[in-house]
Antibody, heavy 118, light 110 residues
Framework: QVQLVESGGGVVQPGRSLRLSCAAS????????MHWVRQAPGHGLEWVAG????????SYVDSVKGRFTISRDTSKNTLYLQMDSLRAEDTAVYHC???????????WGQGTMVTVSS | QSALTQPPSASGSPGQSVTISCTGT?????????VSWYQHHPGKAPKLMIY???KRPSGVPDRFSGSKSGNTVSLTVSGLQAEDEADYYC??????????FGGGTKLTVL
């Protein structure tokens, strides 16, 4: 069964770091582009970062450039999002998603909540 | 990249049709056919309903259809059913390996 399970969320102080994980099962992570999408409380979906299947591109929304890093460990079939210098506005549920062709997300995880607060 | 513009709410009675619009610019919606629609029930994972403007993934009822005109794409839900009540988001490739979502539309089945 194809599945994505996020973990690593929690409450963190502004300026601190957190690493999210997205464990894939039922398919080989390296054969697909993978992305992180977030939803802040009371707001809509926002694309955060993407990792191309061939590893040639990692792309980010402007608001997280220089602070967040997307990566993957093919041996663990897991996608990561390293979040540094966290801000209150990064508070959101973070979903990982599998890209079927070009920014077409047919498989999503349930999400993990990140709260940035002092 | 600015978010695509969607109406905050839409509604219809069971059996009726409702259309949700999503307006961008020539740099996103108008420039590419990489436009998708997602259904999102709060607390659950979003579900892909339409991709590449008007294509339906396997398993999505043909009551859901998509179209595009200029810088605006639309999602039409025909024969509304109670389970269609959800938030709907459009997304579009915005160039430079970036994706932009719409602000979301809450669909209410009266």
């Amino acid at each position: 069964q194809v599945q994505l399970v996020e973990s690593g969320g929690g409450v963190v102080q502004p300026g601190r770091s957190l690493r999210l994980s997205c464990a894939a099962s039922g398919f080989t992570l390296s054969r697909y582009g993978m992305h992180w999408v977030r939803q802040a409380p009371g707001h809509g979906l926002e694309w955060v970062a993407g990792f191309w299947a061939d590893g040639s591109v990692q792309s980010y929304v402007d608001s997280v450039k220089g602070r967040f890093t997307i990566s993957r460990d093919t041996s663990k079939n897991t996608l990561y999002l390293q979040m540094d210098s966290l801000r209150a506005e990064d508070t959101a549920v973070y979903h990982c998603a599998r890209d079927e062709s070009f920014f077409v997300f047919a498989v999503w995880g349930q999400g993990t909540m990140v709260t940035v607060s002092s | 990249q600015s978010a695509l513009t969607q109406p905050p709410s839409a509604s219809g009675s069971p059996g009726q049709s409702v259309t949700i619009s999503c307006t961008g610019t020539s740099s996103d919606v108008g420039g590419y056919n990489h436009v998708s629609w997602y259904q999102h029930h709060p607390g659950k994972a979003p579900k892909l309903m339409i991709y590449e403007v008007n294509k339906r993934p396997s398993g999505v009822p043909d009551r859901f259809s998509g179209s595009k005109s200029g810088n605006t794409v639309s999602l039409t839900v025909s024969g509304l059913q109670a389970e269609d009540e959800a938030d709907y988001y459009c997304s579009s490739y915005g160039g430079s390996n970036n994706l932009v979502f719409g602000g979301g539309t809450k669909l209410t089945v009266l």
